[in-house]
């Protein structure tokens, strides 16, 4: 499962995608009101690729800034 998340492209990309993660996490999470169980290792993985693009993203910043 890991693997398939860590594949995809960056969340950053779009509103979209960013979305699309975040619904991913929200479901992970599990439901009180429907007593389901939180997938704890599907909620690392996203965590793990949030944490991932983000610093890609900002070393891509950081780039763009020095070079200017």
Aim: aromatic share 6%; with cysteine.
């Amino acid at each position: 499962m890991a693997g398939k998340i860590k594949n995809k492209p960056n969340i950053f990309r779009t509103p979209r995608d960013l979305k699309s993660w975040a619904i991913d996490l929200q479901e992970a999470c599990g439901s009180e009101l429907v007593n389901k169980k939180p997938n704890t290792s599907k909620v690392d993985a996203l965590i793990e690729k949030f944490v991932g693009d983000y610093n890609e993203n900002m070393e891509q910043l950081s780039e763009e800034v020095e070079s200017k």
